[in-house]
């Protein structure tokens, strides 16, 4: 006799219903992980691109108006916005909130100074720290003097226009040659140094009325050549005032050499009292 099979009874063929909406979960979530770990990637990258921007820019490598208009422009792609914005030859606008564009800069005073600088009465070159225009004796100064000459106020004044139309931070530096210098007025190099850039820095903020709190004055004496003093040249190209046009405040000089200390530097601050 064959085994009673219970008559009437539903089987269900729905059941794959069940690892469906299981599958279906299971991707669910994973691709809500795969979106969270994207959005994380994104921050981290975004957290990389303001660390490097703000470290190129203590350092004047570029103007915080380019950065800006690039990251604005492609805010997923602030990495590369960066990496293009370091090439000297990219054309970006100086802005005196952020960081001096050494190149542009370098740029617009040339195109007011051209006279000068064939005449090497000025000089112009790129340092990390920023633009240095220097201001020869020859052009400036009557030797063993600190007043400048009367054809050098106009020079000085399109100098200061430019400036004084960025508002930038300046420390203006005194050099001399080493030949010893004892006069009435001036008792060593120090104090011509020193002088004439109080002198530049007086001129600049009385005058041609710079910000006070954003230049300085220092003198260096014949310790900071940019020349051999062994020749007649190279003494007339240290004789000079630099103007060191920086992306911060500087009310304190920078030593140039590892080790070297502040103790010999004579720097006076020239806000008006």
């Not at 990258?45 to 303001?50: C, K, Q, T, V």
């Not at 710079?210 to 940019?226: F, H, Q, S, T």
């Not at 005032?241 to 030593?255: G, N, Q």
Request: glycine share 6%; proline share 5%.
């Amino acid at each position: 006799m064959s085994p009673h099979k219970p008559g009437g009874q539903h089987v269900s063929h729905d059941r794959w219903l069940v690892s469906y909406a299981d599958f279906i979960t299971l991707m669910f979530a994973f691709f809500v992980v795969l979106y969270a770990s994207a959005e994380m990637d994104k921050k981290k990258i975004a957290e990389l691109s303001a660390a490097i921007q703000g470290a190129f820019q203590q350092m004047g490598v570029f103007s915080k108006a380019s950065l800006a208009n690039s990251n604005n422009n492609n805010k997923d792609a602030k990495v590369g916005a960066l990496c293009a914005t370091t090439s000297p030859n990219i054309k970006t606008e100086i802005n005196a909130s952020g960081p001096v564009d050494a190149y542009a800069l370098q740029r617009e005073l040339q195109s007011i100074l051209g006279t000068e600088i064939k005449q090497h009465e000025v000089e112009m070159r790129v340092t990390p720290e920023g633009l240095v225009l220097s201001l020869r004796e020859v052009g400036f100064f009557n030797s063993g003097q600190a007043r400048l000459m009367p054809a050098a106020i106009p020079k000085l004044a399109r100098i200061a226009q430019v400036l004084n139309n960025h508002g930038f931070d300046i420390r203006v530096e005194g050099h001399t040659d080493d030949v010893p210098i004892h006069t009435a007025t001036y008792q060593s190099n120090w104090e011509l140094s020193t002088a004439r850039a109080t002198e530049v820095v007086t001129l600049l903020v009385e005058n041609y009325h710079l910000d006070p709190l954003k230049i300085a004055a220092a003198g260096y004496g014949p310790y900071r050549p940019v020349a051999a003093n062994d020749t007649a040249q190279g003494r007339g190209m240290n004789r000079r005032v630099d103007l060191v046009i920086t992306s911060r405040t500087t009310t304190e000089t920078i030593p140039s050499k590892p080790g070297q200390t502040l103790q010999n530097d004579v720097e006076s601050s020239t806000a008006p009292s």
